[in-house]
T-cell receptor, first 109, second 112 residues
Framework: QKEVEQNSGPLSVPEGAIASLNCTYS??????FFWYRQYSGKSPELIMS????GDKEDGRFTAQLNKASQYVSLLIRDSQPSDSATYLC?????????FGQGTELSVKP | SAVISQKPSRDICQRGTSLTIQCQVD?????MFWYRQQPGQSLTLIAT?????????ESGFVIDKFPISRPNLTFSTLTVSNMSPEDSSIYLC?????????FGPGTRLTVT
């Protein structure tokens, strides 16, 4: 059974801090990795994709991928209360997007 | 990105009835995906809908319960049949655009 695992949280950080979200996956053949943000009552919104080992930065967001260790992470710098949401890690397996259970992030003012 | 619309946005249904959810995409796509998100849970893939062929269902989901139509390259429907309270969920349609997958706004279904 292919799996994508995340800490369910909740993860609480103060405003301005760095939030670190982690995800591991079981399929060594996976090549595409995504982070989605989901606000309560809304559908998932794609915020980052990463395909190669290393870091990928986009504004306050940095995705990190380590295929050898089978983990992918998301760093949010200068966290804001508006970042409070559930963050879903997703991995492409067999052409299908498989989701982790999500990590709830709370940024306290 | 892709612009995806779904109808209805929400509904309250009685057990034993059926509901058909529509998904419309702003451009032609080969595959459309249907997901379910139960309360407090993550997304689970129900099936993949290809135009001109039968949908492919994931383990635990069957065509009799979740029949899918895909009449053209921009439209699909998912029917939730013979509903029970356990079917209360958000149902989401999604598509790939390039290397990224986008989601519709979802249909929030409550079964009483």
């Amino acid at each position: 059974q292919k799996e994508v695992e995340q800490n369910s949280g909740p993860l609480s950080v103060p405003e301005g801090a760095i939030a670190s979200l982690n995800c591991t996956y079981s399929d060594r053949g996976s090549q595409s990795f995504f982070w989605y943000r989901q606000y309560s009552g809304k559908s998932p919104e794609l915020i980052m994709s990463i395909y190669s080992n290393g870091d990928k930065e986009d504004g306050r967001f940095t995705a990190q991928l380590n295929k050898a260790s089978q983990y992918v992470s998301l760093l949010i710098r200068d966290s804001q209360p508006s970042d409070s949401a559930t963050y879903l890690c997703a991995v492409v397996e067999g052409g299908k997007l498989i989701f982790g259970q999500g990590t709830e992030l709370s940024v306290k003012p | 990105s892709a612009v995806i619309s779904q109808k209805p946005s929400r509904d309250i249904c009685q057990r034993g009835t059926s509901l058909t959810i529509q998904c419309q995409v702003d451009s032609q796509v080969t595959m459309m995906f249907w997901y379910r998100q139960q309360p407090g849970q993550s997304l689970t893939l129900i099936a993949t809908a290809n135009q001109g062929s039968e949908a492919t269902y994931e383990s635990g989901f069957v065509i009799d319960k979740f029949p899918i139509s895909r009449p053209n390259l921009t439209f699909s429907t998912l029917t939730v049949s013979n509903m029970s309270p356990e079917d209360s969920s958000i149902y989401l349609c999604s598509v790939w655009k390039g290397n990224e997958q986008y989601f519709g706004p979802g249909t929030r279904l409550t079964v009483t």
